[in-house]
């Protein structure tokens, strides 16, 4: 199943919310979501920086994973930015195609 990093900035109501919650709250919420959706909470992380959140996670594909974070971000109480992974052999799967490109100017 594909795995998705999604960071995540709370608003001050979002934080607010957090506050109220507890991480604990909100691990389960997200945890809920994404088995609702057939994926899986892998980890979430709090984080010091531009960052609140990170979370790693698996859903079934990119339109679920796209759904769970239009539906987060709707509330407006969080911003998210989530992005794909790769494991190490889709990586070289991917470097080992051949790909005609041409750089812009070139």
Known sequence: MPKYMIQGSYTADG????????ASGRKAAVSQALTA?????ESI???????????IAE???????????????????VQLRTTPL???EETDQA???SVSYR????
């Open 15 to 22: 934080l607010k919310g957090l506050i109220k919650d507890k």
């Open 37 to 41: 959706m057939g994926g899986k909470l």
């Open 45 to 55: 992380y709090y984080t010091f920086g531009a960052d609140d959140v990170v979370v």
């Open 59 to 77: 859903a079934p594909d990119n339109v679920s994973a796209a759904a769970l974070s239009l539906a987060a971000s709707s509330t407006g109480l």
């Open 86 to 88: 790769l494991t190490v």
């Open 95 to 97: 470097l080992a195609k």
């Open 103 to 106: 750089g812009p100017g070139n």
